[in-house]
Nanobody, 128 residues
Framework: VQLQASGGGLVQAGGSLRLSCAAS?????????????MGWFRQAPGKDREFVAS????????SYADSVKGRFTISRDNAKNAVYLQMNSLKAEDAAVYYC?????????????????WGQGTLVTVSS
């Protein structure tokens, strides 16, 4: 299973970016997107990877880190095997490599220990 993240880039503080993550590869990837919770984590230089947002298999439940609540929105489109992270009002402290992740369960998960599959990262740079 391959999770392909995209949408990172350079943005000014206060700006917006939309990250996308799509499954590719084996047919099982589609089943994972339909049945598993999905999430985004991020890792800034010199820091541990941290939870950002998570969404349940059907999109009914979401969870956010306190630092991004009210600014970031996670969504998914199971028909397209895709999950998105809309990031608004970006701050310098949001700069990091962002990773999409498929959970081991169908529900929201906030722990990296519950991730079954990781995507490659996409770099978000915020200029002040």
């Amino acid at each position: 299973v391959q999770l392909q993240a995209s949408g990172g880039g350079l943005v000014q503080a206060g700006g917006s970016l939309r990250l996308s993550c799509a499954a590719s590869g084996r047919a099982a990837s589609g089943r994972i997107f339909s049945n598993n919770g999905m999430g985004w984590f991020r890792q800034a230089p010199g820091k541990d990877r941290e939870f950002v947002a998570s969404i349940s298999y059907n999109g009914a439940s979401t969870s956010y880190a306190d630092s991004v609540k009210g600014r970031f929105t996670i969504s998914r489109d199971n028909a397209k095997n895709a999950v998105y992270l809309q990031m608004n009002s970006l701050k310098a402290e949001d700069a990091a490599v962002y990773y999409c992740a498929a959970s081991r369960t169908s529900y929201v998960q906030t722990s990296a220990g519950n991730v079954a599959y990781w995507g490659q990262g996409t770099l978000v740079t915020v200029s002040s």
